[in-house]
């Protein structure tokens, strides 16, 4: 973010404002009850389309945590 760049006073309040906003944005979006129920109506229609992205972002969490482990077995010295 900003503050990480620049190391300044203004950066980090203008950091804190965009955060700010962000949090802003999300509690308005959670208690919209219109906008919810929308977003339900939308998820009913599309169910499989909604079922397969949240397949490929599992798989995506999957293939990370799999990258992070730790190999185990033998090993061959080239």
């Known amino acids: 973010m900003l503050s990480s760049v620049l190391n300044s006073s203004k950066a980090i309040e203008i950091n804190i ?5 962000f949090v802003m944005i999300r509690q308005y ?19 499989d389309v909604y079922e397969a992205i949240n397949y490929l972002l599992q798989k995506d969490k ?16 080239r």
Do not use: C, D, H, P
């Not at 208690?31 to 009913?44: D, P, R, V, W």
């Not at 999957?62 to 010295?77: D, F, L, P, T, W």
């Open 17 to 21: 404002g965009i955060i700010r906003a």
């Open 29 to 47: 979006a959670l208690t919209y009850k219109e906008l919810s129920t929308q977003l339900k109506a939308i998820e009913g229609k599309f169910k």
């Open 62 to 77: 999957m293939q990370v945590s799999q990258g992070e482990r730790v190999n185990i077995g033998y090993k061959i010295k």
